[in-house]
């Protein structure tokens, strides 16, 4: 079974500055992908960013980066130059890269990132 | 290239009535996944499908909660006799064939949120 953690409370950032936001996983599927999905006040659910188990480098799509740290079974989404647009609730998520097998995703519960002018 | 659609966007419907919801996936895309999505937490698995075939539906409810996915047309998720729990926003995600889990994230639609009164 596959499990996130996503246990920060609210976080709060002032505009332009960098936040980072804490993903833990735990798993026994020994080739996995993680992702990060932006859901705004709107709804939708918005793909961010995807790191494999086994990339040799941290994933980056912009002024999104992923700290992933193996190790610690750990998938940080950094955001840098914040900007007000930027509120909104941050899943973490992750699933088997087995051939063929099930590609369902596995949620946190999500952190609710506000950005202060 | 329309993305992931779903219909309606907004269902309300009274306790002991049916609820249908519509998710037509991106073109070329064989697989949908069905997700509910209760207030103030992450999405959870409902049900896999491929075309005319259930695949894992391990996270939907035994009773009342149906899926399918015919060779023609959307994938259908059916709710019967809805109860007040049942009010949540419902997402559907589809991927492309399978070339082993890699890189694939899952497109997701804009959802539908159910409101039971």
């Known amino acids: 079974a596959q499990k996130i953690t996503q246990t920060q409370p609210g976080m709060f950032v002032q505009e332009k500055e960098a936040v980072t936001l804490d993903c833990t996983y735990d798993?026994?599927?020994?080739?996995?992908?993680l992702f990060w999905y932006k859901q705004p006040s709107s709804g939708e659910m918005i793909f961010l960013i995807y790191?494999?188990?086994?990339?040799?480098q941290n994933a980056t799509e912009g002024r999104y980066s992923l700290n992933f740290q193996k190790a610690r079974k750990s998938a940080n989404l950094v955001i840098s130059a914040s900007q007000l647009g930027d509120s909104a609730m941050y899943f973490c998520?992750?699933?088997?890269?087995?051939?063929?097998?099930?590609?369902?995703?596995?949620f946190g519960k999500g952190i609710t990132l506000s950005v202060r002018p | 290239n329309a993305g992931v659609m779903q219909n309606p966007r907004h269902l309300v419907r009274r306790r002991g009535q049916e609820a249908r919801l519509r998710c037509s996936p991106m073109?070329?895309?064989?697989?949908v996944y069905w997700y509910r999505q209760l207030p103030e937490e992450g999405l959870k698995f409902m049900v896999y499908?491929?075309?005319?075939?259930?695949?894992?539906e391990s996270g939907m409810p035994k009773e009342r909660f149906s899926a399918e996915f015919p060779k023609e047309g959307p994938s259908i998720l059916r709710i019967q006799q809805v109860v007040r729990g049942d009010s949540a926003a419902y997402f559907c995600?589809?991927?492309?064939?399978?070339?082993?889990?890699?890189?694939?994230?899952?497109?997701f639609g804009q959802g539908t949120r159910l409101t039971v009164v």
């Open positions: 995600a589809s991927s492309p064939l399978d070339r082993g889990g890699l890189n694939t994230e899952a497109f």
């Open positions: 798993t026994s599927d020994p080739s996995y992908g």
């Open positions: 073109k070329g895309h064989s697989h």
């Open positions: 998520a992750m699933r088997p890269s087995t051939t063929g097998a099930n590609s369902k995703l596995t």
């Open positions: 790191q494999g188990s086994y990339d040799q």
């Open positions: 499908l491929q075309k005319e075939n259930i695949i894992d």
